[in-house]
């Protein structure tokens, strides 16, 4: 694996452990693309570094359960802002 790819998945992944964001917010945080942010926490950073991996893991674990909660909170808000320029 190339040493910028490297460099780029630990980059993403510190941040991710840092904040907790999403796959998402990494990547427009970082100018890349949801699939390549996923692509490196999960499958490239387990051979550059296990254990920031697993703690990666655990955060896109949690994000991925909560998915559900935060797409209904934004449709709510989206249908309320309409409602006010009524």
């Known amino acids: 694996m190339k040493t910028y790819i490297q460099t780029r998945a630990r980059t993403l992944a510190e941040h ?11 990547g427009e945080k970082f100018g890349v693309s949801k699939s390549t942010v996923h692509k490196d926490v ?8 296990a254990q920031l991996y697993e703690r990666v893991k655990e955060i896109l674990d949690k994000n ?3 998915r559900h909660l ?8 989206k249908y309320a802002h309409s409602r006010e320029k009524k």
């Not at 935060?70 to 808000?77: D, F, I, L, Q, S």
């Open 16 to 26: 991710i452990a840092a904040t907790g964001d999403t796959v998402r917010g990494a």
């Open 42 to 49: 999960t499958e490239r950073l387990r051979d550059v570094d």
């Open 64 to 66: 991925l359960s909560e």
């Open 70 to 77: 935060r797409g209904g909170n934004a449709t709510k808000e």
